[in-house]
């Protein structure tokens, strides 16, 4: 292996729920050539924002979830800023204390003491001595959140949750102890320091973050290509549901769900038809969906069509990974290649 090689920045484990990491290559390989900018509009755990930042692109990223915005800031916008000695000492001073989480998610997602940890740290990162500082320790403590909660996603009951983290009953059932389940906040987080620190490079290039609606933002921006990657209505999409803790944890309130959220079948033909009249200021417009969404293939050409005649669907079977259900259904990924004609 060569010096390249071993400094090649890689994208770190994030495990975001419907996240294109295993589609990356053929995804990228299949982008217009000679485009340099990327509006990832949304982003989720950042993966395809990441991937576009190591092929030399530009990226503007954005996501409406808070969480997910901290995750593109540190490891997309920032190219240089990592966590030291210094900083670590700062969030993990201290006593836990009884804060937002202890008060609204005890016996609900965690168990009090490690409600009162996670307000600890949360009071802490605020005295990080920048931003991007601060998105850092969100994206690693929200590493570790989701490491100690079954499946991965806030939105089980407690009862289920206290089963799950049972590491007799898991082995019983399961014949894995899943021990990582009942490990501390800060031994995930130290254990994954390093490779979220070693993620922050710079590709000389512009990056930037947004945290909003995608309908307020595709009149503001301009790159060549606009990748979509929204909710597949119809699958396991709840995004709110998923990771909305992770913004309360951050907004220090709770929140309501958020709308545009590509959920409601009835509303979604009209949402994608607001969608791709809107798009005038990207030369290119990436879509993935697959064939267990609704709307269907069809149904979505017929709706692009009535903004560009120059559209081509690759397809590729793959399917996502859910933990927590048994079957995984066969599932072929489609890639929407538009071009803007209007941009010519
Ligand atoms: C399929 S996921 C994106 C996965 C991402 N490409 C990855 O690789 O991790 C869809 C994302 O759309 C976001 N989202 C849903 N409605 C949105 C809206 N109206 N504006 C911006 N983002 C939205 C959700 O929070 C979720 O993160």
Same mark, same amino acid.
């Given at each position: 292996?060569?010096?390249?090689?071993?400094?090649?920045?890689?994208?770190p484990?994030?495990?975001?729920?419907?996240?294109?990491?295993?589609?990356?290559?053929?995804?990228?390989?299949?982008?217009?050539?000679?485009?340099?900018?990327?509006?990832?509009?949304?982003?989720?755990?950042?993966?395809?924002?990441?991937?576009?930042?190591?092929?030399?692109?530009?990226?503007?990223?954005?996501?409406?979830?808070s969480i997910?915005s901290k995750l593109?800031h540190a490891l997309?916008e920032n190219s240089t800023e990592t966590l030291d000695k210094k900083d670590l000492d700062t969030i993990f001073t201290g006593e836990p204390l009884k804060g937002f989480m202890y008060?609204?998610?005890?016996?609900?997602?965690f168990?009090?003491d490690e409600c009162m940890e996670l307000d600890l740290y949360r009071k802490n990162i605020d005295k990080l001595s920048s931003e991007y500082k601060k998105s850092l320790a969100f994206s690693l403590i929200r590493r570790a959140m989701?490491r100690k909660? @079954? /499946?991965?996603?806030?939105?089980? +009951?407690?009862?289920?949750?206290?089963? %799950?983290? *049972? #590491?007799?009953?898991?082995?019983? =059932?399961?014949?894995?102890?899943?021990?990582?389940?009942?490990e501390s906040f800060k031994s995930h987080f130290m254990k994954e320091l390093s490779v979220y620190n070693g993620a922050v490079?710079?590709?000389?290039?512009?990056?930037?973050?947004?945290?909003?609606?995608?309908?307020?933002?595709?009149?503001?921006?301009?790159?060549?290509?606009?990748?979509?990657?929204? @909710? /597949?209505?119809?699958?396991?999409? +709840?995004?709110?549901?998923?990771?909305? %803790?992770l *913004? #309360?944890y951050i907004a220090q309130? =709770?929140?309501?769900?958020?709308?545009?959220?590509?959920?409601?079948?009835?509303?979604?033909?009209?949402?994608?038809?607001?969608?791709?009249?809107?798009?005038?200021?990207?030369?290119?417009?990436?879509?993935?969906?697959?064939?267990?969404?609704?709307?269907?293939?069809?149904?979505?050409?017929?709706?692009?069509?009535?903004?560009?005649?120059?559209?081509?669907?690759?397809?590729?079977?793959? +399917?996502?990974?859910?933990?927590?259900?048994?079957?995984?259904?066969?599932?072929?990924?489609?890639?929407?290649?538009?071009?803007?004609?209007?941009?010519?």
């Open positions: 292996m060569n010096s390249k090689m071993i400094n090649e920045p890689s994208y484990k994030v495990n975001y729920i419907g996240n294109k990491e295993k589609l990356l290559d053929w995804l990228f390989d299949s982008l217009p050539k000679g485009t340099t900018s990327i509006f990832d509009a949304f982003s989720g755990g950042s993966s395809i924002g990441y991937e576009a930042k190591r092929r030399g692109y530009s990226v503007i990223s954005n996501d409406i979830l997910n593109a997309i008060k609204n998610y005890s016996e609900v997602f168990f009090p989701i909660m @079954p /499946y991965s996603r806030f939105n089980l +009951n407690w009862d289920n949750i206290k089963q %799950l983290r *049972d #590491e007799e009953y898991s082995y019983e =059932k399961y014949k894995r102890r899943r021990a990582y389940h009942n490079f710079d590709n000389g290039k512009h990056h930037k973050t947004y945290n909003d609606d995608v309908f307020y933002l595709l009149d503001k921006i301009h790159a060549d290509i606009i990748y979509l990657d929204p @909710p /597949y209505t119809g699958t396991m999409n +709840n995004y709110h549901g998923f990771y909305g %803790l *913004d #309360e309130k =709770k929140l309501e769900p958020f709308s545009n959220n590509f959920r409601d079948k009835k509303s979604i033909l009209e949402l994608f038809d607001k969608l791709f009249s809107n798009l005038s200021n990207f030369k290119y417009w990436i879509l993935s969906y697959n064939n267990g969404a609704y709307p269907s293939k069809e149904e979505l050409i017929e709706i692009i069509s009535r903004y560009s005649d120059d559209i081509e669907v690759i397809e590729k079977p793959h +399917n996502y990974q859910i933990t927590g259900k048994a079957k995984k259904s066969k599932n072929m990924e489609y890639l929407f290649i538009i071009k803007n004609r209007g941009l010519e």
